[in-house]
């Protein structure tokens, strides 16, 4: 019989870095889930993300025991990582604060594809393009 589920938490913590600390600690102490198993799991399986911001939906189940599945990195994140920005623009219309090349779109897309709501990659791409736009980025083809 399958395992009744009492809660599903989602977080974004940084890949390979997690800590016990708000916001993960607080999360799932209030729900009875063991933080430092999670953080050491959760560590070892995000590893290779080095700091990069990621999302996780953690599945809580009625004995405390948890599943959690780790999401592809915000679409911003990745634009700032391609750019090498620190920030979006705040006021993107005319404040341009980077650029990208189709060549790094289409990279981002690509990670991005199975988290996005698009049947294929043009669509995936326009996502992202959209994204990048309201961040004040710029695509150069």
């Known amino acids: ?5 009492v809660v599903k938490i989602k977080l974004q913590a ?3 870095q997690a800590t016990p600390a708000p916001p993960i600690g ?16 959760f560590n070892e399986r995000t590893k290779e993300l080095n700091g990069t911001i990621v999302p996780v ?11 959690f599945e780790v999401k592809s ?12 920005i620190a920030k979006g623009s705040g006021v993107p219309n005319k404040e341009k604060v980077g650029e990208i090349s189709a060549k790094q779109l289409r990279k981002i897309a690509q990670t991005k594809f199975k988290d996005l709501n698009a ?5 995936a791409e326009k996502i ?5 736009r309201s961040m004040g980025v710029e695509i150069i083809d």
């Open 1 to 5: 019989m399958a395992k009744e589920v």
């Open 14 to 16: 940084p890949g390979g």
């Open 26 to 41: 607080p999360a799932l102490g209030q729900n009875g889930v063991n933080i430092g198993q999670f953080v050491s799991q």
């Open 57 to 67: 939906v953690i599945t809580v189940f009625r004995d405390k025991s948890f599943t």
């Open 73 to 84: 990195p915000p679409a911003a994140v990745l634009l700032k990582q391609a750019a090498e």
């Open 119 to 123: 049947y294929n990659l043009e669509q």
């Open 128 to 132: 992202i393009r959209g994204t990048a």
